[in-house]
């Protein structure tokens, strides 16, 4: 099936032209015409992938998700104690870097948008965060790690409210909340809650 | 001084018809136009005292933080626990109702356009809820509620996180985390960190 393997190499083409461009103008540069020209396609060539610019903004958010989620399977099959792997599972979620500063904010952007444009059909865990949340407290409770007497339900809402807004207040203050001092809040609050 | 206090109670009124336009058009509805038409004056008179849809903005973002001030203060006189009483002011600044929600989506589109239009002018603290959490806990610690061994400082940066992660996730995601569970949640955070 040449042509299907053809067809997921462009998108990946494309994939890549689009985020050099979202890392050179952010998300605002994130059109046909843009990113045609850096991927070396015609406008109707890229359309014929993307239609509109609400499936190109789709696309770049896919785009953003495989880059975090091949991070932290990374960051989960290092040999590491349980706590600290989930703090660095964690710091892979907050923008530490440039790199990571132009993820969140393409989050930011989009999740805005999609929610604004069309609230019915948004899905508000789009990015399957909270989830992740959930299952990185089960993974410290099957190792021993958790403290005993803690509502886990409430305890991965509590973690997916520090973690948003640690990355919220890096993006709107980094010069009073630095990759550092972010670090140390998430590794206070681990503490607070592991044995 | 008449004219002073002409000019003050002007502006009163045009807070109150601009309130009223955010309410029913969001804050994209804030345009010279439909706030000189609710508050029943010309552009020409509005543009007097806004020159501009910017300023405009500024004084939407004036009134919303006019009236979570005066609802916390009124709270912070409440003969209440210290413990309760600082949950109670926290729950003033989430969208537990349809009027805090608007406020918080006013505080959103404000903070994103003007971090956006003009980042070096952009003041990250401009609204003082920072400010407001290294004052709850050292209210506490006055009180002698809070735990020992506890970094003020940090714990003043997380409990800013969780406070504005849980505004965030309930503008987002209402259906998993409606106000009963954002209590909960903050309820938890405070018997962490309080005797």
């Known amino acids: 099936m040449p042509k299907i393997v053809d067809h997921s190499e462009r998108k990946l083409e494309i994939a890549e032209a689009t985020w050099r461009v ?3 103008k952010g998300i ?14 015609s ?39 349980p706590v ?4 660095s599972i964690l710091l892979e979620m907050v923008p530490t870097d440039e790199e990571r500063r132009t993820e969140m904010e393409v989050w930011f952007e989009f999740t805005f948008h999609m929610k ?24 410290l409770e099957r190792e021993g790690k958790m403290r005993e007497s803690l ?13 948003d807004g640690l990355a ?3 993006l709107l203050d980094r010069a009073r909340l ?13 503490a607070s809650i592991c044995r």
Chains 1, 2 share one sequence.
């Not at 890229?46 to 990374?74: C, G, N, T, W």
């Not at 949340?133 to 089960?138: D, G, Q, S």
């Not at 630095?178 to 681990?190: C, F, G, I, W």
Request: proline share 4%; no cysteine.
């Open 84 to 87: 600290r792997k989930v703090l």
């Open 43 to 81: 406008p109707g060539a890229l359309r014929h992938y993307f239609p509109d610019q609400e499936q190109l903004l789709v696309f770049v958010m896919q785009v953003v998700k495989d880059r975090v989620s091949a991070r932290i399977q990374q960051v989960y099959q290092m040999e590491l104690p």
């Open 116 to 139: 604004k444009t069309n609230p019915d059909a948004f899905d508000s865990q789009h990015d399957g965060i909270y989830q992740g949340m959930v299952r990185l407290l089960a993974y």
């Open 28 to 41: 605002k540069g994130v059109s046909v015409r843009n990113i045609a020209q850096e991927s070396g396609l």
């Open 168 to 170: 919220l207040h890096m």
């Open 151 to 163: 509502d886990l339900d409430l305890e991965a809402e509590r973690l997916y409210a520090v973690l």
């Open 178 to 190: 630095d990759s550092r001092r972010a670090r140390q809040v998430l590794e206070q609050h681990l």
């Open 22 to 24: 979202v890392k050179q």
